[in-house]
């Protein structure tokens, strides 16, 4: 009687066993990619392992810019809430401000993520790593350390926080120095501590460091010198570039006003931009050489041929073309050295009508220099309105044409090489690079040799002399459009020159931005620059001296 | 027959419990290795660490700045202002 409760019992149970086999085998073979990624995506986690970033060094090896491990501490606030002692050791370690800290805990409260303090420095990483504080993470990363902070921060650039390139070499670089991120798969618990470290999928690759061509007692002794003119003739701005005649390298190349790349957060952008580089300005009288050199192709002038200013003024079309004084008749060397605007102007106007623009095509005006720096500027350089005989003249001494400071170094590099145009860069090179011919080798030497006599007496730039050395160089003060036409108070003064004048060296240009005072030509405020710089830079390279200086003693 | 069978069966025991051990024996390695890694990867931050501040510790000792100073000010040395040849 009793048995069919038996069966009851028996068949219950066989039937919940196979509902639950049938579950089982439902959850197994169906449903089971499903939930293998649902319990993934719950405990493994994909971590980043930061990659170091390569050490940019100068010509001598001295770092620009190192990059130094620091840590990141973040938090999962849906998760943690951090009982007093965790905020206190927090807050004390970090030297953070408590109440700051709660305000934001509560504001990302609903968040996953949440970084307490980026760049914390390894130690006292490492200190709070030994508390052992729950909820509280740690993630490698690496901030970057900028030893010659201002001096170089034009060339070198920034990284952002997230240590990529933002300016300059870090900027143009950035493939090469980042090197590759390393991934690592782990296996955290619902607390989100990591557990077990599953697989290293990849490991970071190191990036490469970079070597460039700037010398930084070179760039030390140039920002000083800058520094200096710009604080005396309160100046908008200045900016100086200096060339290795033999290898194209730039070997200092600095900007005022400069910011600190190791501190951007009062930062104010104006003194980020690297002028050198992205800003064109008039050239003024500093292309002078070129119509000289020219006038020298032509066949029709020589270095002695005389050309008349009288009476120190002429008309070209409705423009007035006018020297300081009337410098009567000079000779074509004379023109250069005393910067006669009437001479060259004519000298131009009876060359053929593309003769100037294709010298300075040739020397490279308007065109990329191609350095990698980024945010170059090309300048303008146009033949359109050639036939206007105005724009012939005005062009001869350096106005209707925009040149950066690096691009009329580069031009004056093609004087220095005897007429080979070479590539100018930013990172060192081993070997000399190939050149190209552009100008006769014997009509450069004989502009050189009048270009020597500008820092001769009688020139316009005596203060641009080196004690030791011949100096080839050509002043130029240009004045700046403003809001009506060329504004009379507002100039650029500049100064390019090239020492040993015999068997050159360096090409220097020095460019003041707006200098303020009563004299402010390119051969009182840049010359004096340059010959300062010069005299240092000819002592650290060790060149030999081209000038005789009588011996003032015998051993 | 059947001791040959038995013989297979015995064979095919050892070697899955011998494969179940190396796989204790794997994973364990496994763990230290990882562990040993982690120390190595702690090393190395170190030493990054320690080779970046000797880098800028270098570079603020070399600084043109600072050499200048100390050659004025403490070694007593000036810039030939002037340039002077000497005649053997």
Redesign the interface.
């Known amino acids: 009687m009793k048995l069919w409760r038996h069966y009851t019992v028996v068949g219950l149970f066989v039937v919940s066993c196979a509902g639950l086999v049938a579950r089982v085998v439902y959850l197994n073979v169906t449903q089971r990619e499903f939930l293998q990624q649902q319990g993934d995506a719950r405990s493994i986690r994909f971590e980043t392992l930061p990659a ?1 970033r390569g ?1 940019v060094y100068d010509r001598l090896g ?2 620009l810019a ?4 620091v840590v990141a501490v973040w938090t999962d606030p849906s998760l943690t809430r951090f009982d007093a002692t965790t905020l206190r050791a927090l807050t004390e370690v970090l030297d953070l401000d408590r109440v700051a800290l709660e305000r934001r805990l509560g504001a990302q409260a609903k968040r996953e993520f949440m970084y307490v303090k980026r760049r914390v420095p ?1 130690k006292k990483a490492e200190q709070l790593r030994a508390l052992g504080l729950e909820g509280v993470f740690f993630q ?1 990363e690496y901030r970057r ?1 900028y ?2 902070s201002e001096t170089t921060a034009h060339v070198v650039g920034v990284t952002d926080v997230d240590d990529v390139g933002l300016e300059g070499i870090e900027l143009s670089f950035n493939d090469l120095l980042k090197g590759q991120h390393g991934r690592k798969m782990v296996l955290k618990d619902r607390r989100g501590n990591t557990v ?2 599953l697989e ?1 999928l990849s490991a970071p690759q190191f990036g490469t460091d970079l070597t460039l061509s700037l010398d ?2 070179l760039q ?2 140039a920002y000083r010198e800058l520094k200096a003119a710009v604080a005396v003739y309160r100046a908008v701005s200045a900016s100086l570039v200096m060339l290795d005649v033999r290898t194209g390298e730039i070997l200092a190349l600095v900007n005022l006003p400069s910011y600190n790349p190791n501190d951007l957060s009062n930062n104010h952008y104006q003194g980020m931009r690297n002028r050198a580089v992205t800003d064109a300005y008039e050239p003024g009288s500093t292309v002078k050489p070129f119509t000289v050199l020219a006038a020298l192709e032509s066949g029709r002038y020589r270095p002695s041929t005389l050309i008349d200013t009288n009476p120190g003024y002429f008309r070209v079309g409705r423009k007035l073309v006018e020297d300081r004084r009337n410098f009567g008749v000079i000779s074509l060397g004379e023109v250069l050295q005393k910067s006669s605007q009437v001479g060259i102007a004519r000298v131009a106007l009876a060359l053929d009508e593309r003769a100037v623009y294709d010298v300075l095509n040739r020397a490279g005006a308007g065109a990329y220099v191609g350095t990698g720096l980024p945010g170059e500027s090309i300048g303008k350089l146009s033949d359109r309105g050639l036939g206007n005989p105005v724009m012939r003249a005005t062009l001869a001494y350096g106005y209707g044409l925009a040149v950066s400071p690096l691009q009329l170094a580069r031009a004056y590099l093609s004087l220095a090489t005897f007429g080979i145009r070479i590539p100018v860069s930013v990172v060192k090179q081993n070997d000399p690079p190939k050149g190209r011919r552009v100008f006769d080798a014997d009509r450069v030497g004989e502009v050189l040799d009048m270009m020597v006599g500008v820092t001769e007496d009688g020139g316009t730039a005596p203060k641009a002399r080196v ?2 050395y011949r100096v080839a160089g050509k002043t130029g003060t240009s004045r700046k459009v403003g809001s009506a036409g060329y504004d009379d108070r507002r100039h650029v003064a500049l100064f390019a020159g090239i020492v040993p004048a015999t068997n050159p060296r360096i090409v220097m240009v020095v460019v003041v931005n707006e200098p303020q005072g009563k004299n402010i030509s390119g051969g009182t405020v840049a010359a004096p620059i340059f010959s300062r710089v010069a005299a240092r830079t000819m002592r650290l390279l060790g060149v030999k ?1 081209d000038s005789p ?7 | 027959m059947s001791l040959v069978r038995f013989a297979t069966w015995l064979l095919l025991l050892v070697l899955v419990v011998a494969s179940g051990l190396q796989v204790a024996r794997t994973s364990q390695e496994v763990r230290s290795l990882h562990v040993l890694r982690e120390q190595a990867q702690r090393e190395q931050d170190e030493h990054l660490a320690e080779y970046s501040r000797l880098l800028i510790e270098r570079a603020a000792l070399s600084a043109y700045q600072s050499v200048e100073r100390t050659a004025r000010d403490e070694l007593g040395m000036s810039f030939p202002e002037d340039v002077e040849r000497i005649e053997p």
């Open positions: 170091y050490v001295e770092p190192v990059s130094t491990p390894w490698p350390y030893p010659a077990q470290d290293y930084l007692r030390f002794f004690t030791g001296p200086v009588s011996p003032s003693r015998s051993v």
